[in-house]
């Protein structure tokens, strides 16, 4: 067999295999896949031509060449950042920063690198916002941080087709010497506020004590005052009533007397009696008025009739309406003087008390027209 056919034919067949290679791998280069979430922008020959949608995409083969661009919001981290405040206090500070491409042919032919562009510039803005502000605002403004931040960022990432949607400082701290003289004037704040919220306690609980206290005098003495009072108006009571027992008892006292005198009298072995001229017409009168008889059989004994006004003065008339009425005055102020004494135990101090002049008023009030001028003789 010739070897120059068989050669030929191994030639024909590695033609076909590079023209079917070359077919394939002119089809793959024709055909360009964009994910969901991104845009990518088409160059042929080095011009710039379009942004291919997501999707398949045919171009050029050979001479086309595409730069993706993520669509989806990205995050950049700042690197820390040292800077000196207004005040002269050194800090240190990093952040992140969320953006998202708006415009891809921007990304791509306004800026070199779109994410290394927006974190230098972050970095800068974060030293120059934190350069403008105290410690303290550094430390407490923390949103007042983030908004100047944004702000300095919008305008220049507007050109470049980028938007920054939030900037978010993560920590601030200052140097190691103002900690700690931030820590001591932390604690000695909070031993300040201890130490008054402890006096305020202190003067508030001596305060009410003291309150306390006062209420407990006051109630002890209106107790006592009361008590006081009462026992006054009952000592008063008993005399007034002892007094008029007294004056109303004299004159029957004497009468009797005078009988228990005349028995003793009529016991003895004498026959001749010489009596005083006032006994025998005060034993005569009394005599008629108690038993409705006279006296005159005996000798020397004149029954004479007491007129008004001695019958008045002794009572002749109304001696058990006198005693009658006494008991009875002397029943209802016991019963005012349990009622006082109630009213005081159940708090209603000074309601119903009574000094000791009204109840002796009232008293003489009440009494019988005949104890008053037996009072007034």
């Known amino acids: 067999m010739d070897p120059l056919p068989l050669q030929f034919e191994f030639g024909l067949v590695s033609i076909g295999l590079l023209f079917v290679l070359l077919v394939v791998v002119t089809l793959w280069q024709s055909f360009e896949i964009v994910d969901a979430y991104e845009k990518k922008a088409l160059t042929v020959f080095g011009e710039y031509r379009k942004l291919l949608e997501p999707g398949i995409n045919l171009i050029p083969p050979f001479v086309s060449r595409t730069y993706a661009f993520d669509m989806r919001t990205q995050t950049l981290d700042v690197p820390r950042q040292e800077a000196i405040t207004r005040d002269n206090s050194p800090v240190t500070a990093d952040a992140v920063v969320y953006i998202k491409v708006m415009d891809a042919k921007k990304a791509f032919l306004e800026v070199d690198n779109y994410k290394k562009a927006v974190s230098n510039l972050a970095q800068t803005t974060l030293r120059a916002v934190l ?12 949103q007042e941080i983030n908004a100047k931040i944004r702000q300095e960022l919008d305008e220049p990432t507007d050109e470049w087709g980028i938007r920054v949607e939030s900037v978010e400082v993560r920590e ?15 604690s000695a704040e909070r031993r300040r506020r201890a130490m008054i919220l402890e006096a305020q306690g202190e003067r508030r609980s001596a305060v009410e004590q003291a309150e306390g206290d006062k209420q407990s005098n006051i109630i002890r003495a209106q107790g006592e005052k009361q008590s006081q009072i009462l026992e006054a108006q009952g000592d008063a009571i008993s005399t007034v009533l002892r007094a008029r027992s007294a004056e109303s008892m004299g004159e029957r006292a004497i009468i009797e007397r005078g009988m228990e005198t005349l028995e003793a009298i009529g016991q003895g072995e004498s026959t001749t009696f010489v009596l005083p001229q006032e006994l025998t017409s005060l034993v005569g009168r009394y005599g008629k008025a108690l038993s409705g008889s006279d006296v005159q059989e005996m000798e020397g004994l004149d029954g004479l009739e007491f007129d008004d006004e001695t019958r008045k003065l002794l009572g002749l008339d109304n001696i058990d309406e006198i005693i009658g009425q006494i008991d009875e005055a002397a029943e209802m102020d016991i019963e005012e003087l349990e009622k ?3 009213a005081v135990k159940s708090g209603d101090a000074g309601a119903n008390i009574k000094s000791a002049d009204e109840v002796i008023q009232e008293m003489d009030e009440e009494a019988p027209e005949g104890d008053v001028e037996r009072e007034t003789q």
């Open 172 to 186: 601030v701290n200052p140097s190691k010497d103002v900690q700690q003289a931030m820590e001591q004037q932390t």
């Open 131 to 142: 350069g403008d502000m105290e410690l303290d605002d550094t430390l407490n403004k923390r």
């Open 340 to 342: 006082e004494a109630q």
